[in-house]
């Protein structure tokens, strides 16, 4: 699995004497906001929302092809890798390595 984006932005704050104080400041921000998303989505929460799209969107929204990761993206700030992420501390079972 690549690298995520909290990754990167790690990495080149790092080195922020090659940034001006604009990007530096604009990066910090970003990490906080991804920092923040990662708090903001529990494992609580993420049964919560598959709870909610079982009971209202796996149906309704079928033909539209809309799935619980489809949905969670549309609905969280989560990406696809944070997504995967999630799925795997939830269901450690289900998933290979």
């Known amino acids: 699995m690549g690298r995520t984006r909290k990754d990167k932005l790690k990495e080149e704050l790092a080195h922020k004497d090659y940034y001006d104080g604009w990007t530096v400041k604009g990066m910090e921000e970003e990490l906080a ?13 993420f049964h919560q929302h598959q ?4 009971k209202e ?12 990761e489809t949905y969670m ?25």
């Open 33 to 45: 906001k991804i920092e923040e998303l990662e708090k903001k989505c529990t494992l609580e929460e």
């Open 51 to 54: 709870a909610t799209w079982l």
């Open 57 to 68: 969107w796996n149906s309704k929204y079928r033909l539209l092809d809309v799935d619980f």
């Open 73 to 97: 993206l549309m609905n969280t700030s989560l990406t696809k890798e944070e997504f995967k992420i999630l799925i795997k501390k939830a269901y450690p079972s289900q998933t290979s390595k």
